[in-house]
């Protein structure tokens, strides 16, 4: 049995479990099946913790309700830097992931802050079926039209709406996170902007539907309201779950601080799934 500790940041959870003393057995299979919520433990990630190297303190290995590996969590990384911070006494580490490296510190009133770095936003970046403007989409479906798109080190388009409240943006959540133009699915964000420096957001991820909050889709959707002339640089975006605090920085940096929380731990079976994998 492994131990593995129960953490979320505005509610969207995460299983994390440490393998920097030896590699887990841990296959999309087995992992989807402890994701699962009834059948598992449940999370909207399941964050693996592997030894840092060079600058990191920790890698951040991210896997998706369904198995398969992302690129950036915005919330993930701020509990997993709770965690090493903890651990080491230090108010500041560098988490590292498979898109980057991510300062991140604590922040005197007890939340914690992380540098999530640059956006990229070529349509190569992002990455796009083919070559158009990231900033306005020739993209439509049902009431939504007209998203911006970005990569926060895993890719983000954003619809802005007038109301969020009626919306109907997780009936249309899963087909645009599955559009042809996204040749590796995408986080499909929808945003109102209530003012240049506050942002109400909701969040279909790709790979684990609609969640209480995404640390990396506010990050995609300050720069992306700021392209479009909706927002300045510096932004209260509001998610299901709670509040973030945003600002992308004119060296190009965008930065997100926020609470983490541990709701609990336990122990897991890494086999788990194993009959299933193999079957």
């Not at 509990?79 to 911070?85: E, F, G, N, T």
């Not at 895993?154 to 997780?170: G, I, M, R, S």
């Not at 133009?181 to 790979?207: K, M, S, Y």
């Not at 959707?221 to 605090?245: C, E, K, S």
Request: aromatic share 6%.
């Amino acid at each position: 049995m492994v131990p593995f500790r129960k953490m979320h940041g505005l509610g969207n959870d995460f299983v994390v479990v440490d393998a920097r003393p030896a590699p887990l057995p841990l296959t999309p299979a087995r992992i989807a099946l402890l994701a699962d919520r009834h059948r598992g433990i449940g999370c909207d990630q399941f964050i693996t913790l592997e030894p840092g190297e060079g600058a990191a303190d920790v890698f951040m290995r991210i896997h998706n309700p369904d198995g398969s590996e992302a690129g950036a969590c915005g919330n993930a990384t701020r509990c997993v830097a709770s965690l090493v911070m903890a651990e080491t006494g230090r108010d500041r580490v560098v988490v590292r992931t498979i898109s980057g490296d991510l300062p991140s510190e604590f922040l005197p009133d007890g939340t914690v802050r992380v540098d999530m770095g640059a956006p990229r936003l070529g349509w190569q970046e992002v990455p796009l079926a083919e070559a158009m403007d990231t900033t306005e989409l020739p993209l439509s479906l049902g009431p939504f039209s007209t998203p911006s798109a970005c990569s926060m080190g895993n890719p983000h388009a954003t619809f802005f709406v007038d109301d969020l409240d009626t919306a109907p943006w997780q009936e249309f959540g899963r087909q645009l996170e599955h559009h042809p133009l996204f040749p590796d699915r995408a986080n499909i964000g929808f945003a109102q902007v209530i003012d240049p420096d506050h942002i109400r957001l909701a969040v279909w991820e790709r790979g684990a539907g609609p969640t209480l909050a995404c640390g990396s889709g506010a990050c995609a959707t300050l720069v992306n309201a700021h392209r479009r002339g909706l927002a300045g640089r510096r932004a209260r975006i509001d998610l299901p779950g709670g509040t973030l605090q945003l600002e992308w920085r004119l060296d190009g940096h965008v930065l997100m601080a926020g609470p983490v929380a541990t709701a609990f731990t336990g122990e897991l079976d890494p086999l788990a799934g194993a009959a299933a994998a193999a079957g």
